[in-house]
């Protein structure tokens, strides 16, 4: 069975870090691209950053390029997304998703959610 | 970077046919994927490949798209399909590969 476990909700100061993991279960890494998909309070959904299946092909969306930092490990099956110089509009709840093998690019499994505060 | 459009909401009644459009600029030219989010869970991915319905989904849920206009049609509505619902594609080439939509809440009467 697939799941997707991320890490708790954290409070970050503006122009604080903060890590944010997701650790999956019923697959590994290996195998898969994943992604991060933000949602801000009552907004749809945004795209992030991605990793690829060989832990290359690493991209983000403009708003958060050089600021934020996706990884994995492999020992620990675990992918990261390190939040640098966090601004207001940053807030919201992170999504790890995996991306799906096929050609479609799209996000078949999806975890629960990091809830990310920013404030001073 | 490319823009998809949905209403922000769509109210219908227990029984009846909900539509829920998603704009873009020659949309039909590109593959259109459906997600299903209720209040406080995570999206689960419902339709790929603009009608393809993911194993376990009903079939009350299609999808269609053509032109500038993907279409999600929920059949006979029920009260447990009140929810958030995204288009997202794939925009190949651009610094912005991955888009969605703003979402439409699906109101059930």
């Known amino acids: 069975q697939v799941q997707l476990v991320e890490s708790g909700g954290v409070v970050v100061h503006p122009g604080g870090s903060q890590r944010l993991s997701c650790a999956p279960s019923?697959?590994?890494?290996?195998?898969?691209?994943m992604h991060w998909v933000r949602q801000a309070p009552g907004k749809g959904l945004e795209w992030v950053a991605v990793i690829g299946y060989d832990g290359n092909n690493i991209n983000y969306v403009d708003s958060v390029r050089g600021r934020f930092t996706i990884s994995r490990d492999i020992s620990k099956n675990t992918l990261f997304l390190q939040l640098n110089s966090v601004r207001a509009e940053d807030a919201g709840l992170y999504f790890c998703?995996?991306?799906?093998?096929?050609?479609?690019?799209?996000?078949?499994?999806w975890g629960h959610g990091s809830l990310v505060t920013v404030s001073s | 970077s490319f823009v998809l459009t949905q209403p922000p909401s769509v109210s219908v009644a227990p029984g009846a046919t909900a539509r829920i459009t998603c704009g873009g600029n020659?949309?039909?030219?590109?593959?259109v994927h459906w997600y299903q989010q209720k209040p406080g869970q995570a999206p689960v991915l419902i339709i790929s490949?603009?009608?393809d319905r993911r194993s376990g989904i009903p079939e009350r849920f299609s999808g269609s798209n053509s032109g500038n206009t993907a279409t999600l049609t929920i059949s006979s509505v029920e009260a447990g399909d009140e929810a958030d619902y995204h288009c997202q594609v794939w925009n190949f080439g651009s610094a912005h590969p991955y888009v969605f939509g703003n979402g439409t809440k699906v109101t059930v009467l």
């Open positions: 490949y603009d009608s």
């Open positions: 019923g697959f590994t890494l290996r195998s898969y691209g």
């Open positions: 998703a995996r991306g799906s093998t096929s050609a479609a690019h799209n996000f078949d499994w």
């Open positions: 020659n949309i039909g030219s590109k593959s």
